[in-house]
């Protein structure tokens, strides 16, 4: 039984102790037990409390901790193959106020932000490892990275004029608009 319901989790990249509780039909208490006992055992790993996954890879939760959210800045680039740069941190953006802004879990950090639903916009739907992650669009990753001040103007520039093929202008500069005076200085970088 208790098995069963270990190999159904693992089609969640997170889940809760409710979903847990929901699943074994057992109240809340009786869930974290057993959470406690799969996670002694390292059958799970705790990325917070009350949450927990079977993944070991930190991208592959990290649009699943809160909702709604999506992968962006350095750690979006680099899925998109527009860096060879390593990120040990993985921005994530949300609409969702949180009072931890930052979770270690593996060898990454998970660093939550926090916009105005007018800017959470430019990502989607993708398959990584089996499973549905929700991650930005290149450019908007772009400008994510450069309107947060994760990336200086000159790595962003760079970044574009190394990939002026897989980048679309018209798109980043739409984005560019939502952050004051950036499309200027994108502009004036790249000519």
């Not at 997170?14 to 406690?36: G, M």
Request: with cysteine.
């Amino acid at each position: 039984m208790k098995e069963a319901i270990r190999k159904t989790l693992l089609d969640y990249p997170v889940f809760t102790v409710r979903d847990l509780a929901s699943l074994l039909n057992k109240k809340r208490e009786y869930a974290y037990l057993q959470a406690y006992r799969w996670k002694k055992e390292k059958l799970i790993h705790e990325i917070e409390k009350g949450k927990y996954t079977s993944a070991e890879d930190p991208f592959l939760i990290a649009s699943w901790v809160i909702w709604p959210s999506y992968v962006s800045g350095w750690a979006a680039l680099h899925y998109y193959h527009l860096t060879e740069q390593l990120p040990f941190t993985i921005q994530i953006i949300t609409t969702r106020r949180r009072n931890k802004k930052t979770v270690n879990y593996g060898s990454a950090k998970l660093e939550f932000t926090t916009v105005k639903s007018s800017f959470f916009c430019g990502f989607k739907k993708v398959v990584y490892q089996q499973h549905e992650i929700f991650i930005a669009e290149k450019e908007k990753a772009l400008i994510d990275a450069l309107g947060m001040k994760r990336m200086s103007l000159a790595e962003g520039i760079e970044i574009i004029k190394n990939n002026n093929r897989k980048i679309n202008l018209k798109k980043l500069f739409s984005y560019a608009a939502m952050v004051r005076g950036l499309t200027k200085k994108l502009k004036e970088g790249i000519s």
